[in-house]
């Protein structure tokens, strides 16, 4: 089972994306988001809305690590 962390950065890694890059589309620093894909932090529930529209996946799929097509 993956966690969330685990997820955002495999979605992000999949759209070629650094960590810096998707920072700065939800307003947060770069370092906050390697915590959040170290599973240190969990973000909150708007975030994670944003972080999924960015990485085109649904907040389901954010959740569970699967991208449906």
């Known amino acids: 089972m993956a966690y969330l962390g685990d997820n955002i950065r495999l979605f992000r890694e999949r ?12 307003g947060i ?3 906050m988001v390697s915590q959040y894909e ?3 932090k969990i973000p909150n529930f708007v975030l ?4 999924a529209q960015l990485l ?3 907040a389901e799929e954010l959740m569970k690590g ?4």
Do not use: D, F, H, W
């Open 15 to 26: 759209k070629r994306m650094s960590q810096a890059e998707l920072a700065e589309y939800c």
């Open 29 to 31: 620093t770069p370092s």
């Open 66 to 69: 699967e991208k449906r097509k």
């Open 48 to 51: 994670c809305m944003k972080i």
């Open 38 to 40: 170290s599973n240190g």
């Open 56 to 58: 085109e996946v649904s």
